[in-house]
């Protein structure tokens, strides 16, 4: 099993910034974030793909967000800048051991682990 936290969430203006941080149990192969929106689905926004230092975005997010993790420490963070309204949603980070859909990064499939979400609101 592995217990994962976010922190980090919180409500911005247009423009700003904010930096989340996923504390994990143990260390894990496979990282991401992702988020879910009122009313809808959830969806991939950052991970680490297969294989050392290589990562992928979701279009939406490309140029703004960056993720990056401390080994040492089983954490993963997602950098936010230049938010926008569109980026409101619940933020979870999610953490697996095998990657079952290892051409797809952001597949659900290949996170068994969830942590309970961190709130971002963007306000115009």
């Known amino acids: 099993q592995v217990q994962l936290v976010e922190s980090g969430g919180g409500s911005v203006q247009a423009g700003g910034s904010l930096r989340l941080r996923c504390a994990a149990s143990r260390y894990t192969s496979n990282r991401g974030w992702f988020r879910q929106a009122p009313g809808k689905g959830r969806e991939g926004v950052a991970s680490f793909y297969p294989g050392p230092g290589r990562t992928v975005y979701a279009d939406s997010v490309k140029g703004r967000f960056t993720i990056s993790q401390d080994n040492a420490n089983n954490t993963v963070f997602l950098q936010m800048n230049s938010l926008k309204p569109g980026d409101t949603a619940m933020y979870y980070c999610?953490?697996?051991?095998?990657?079952?859909?290892?051409?797809?990064?952001?597949?659900?499939?290949?996170?068994?682990?969830w942590g309970q979400g961190t709130q971002v609101t963007v306000s115009s």
């Open positions: 999610a953490a697996g051991d095998v990657w079952w859909s290892p051409s797809a990064p952001m597949a659900a499939s290949n996170y068994k682990y």
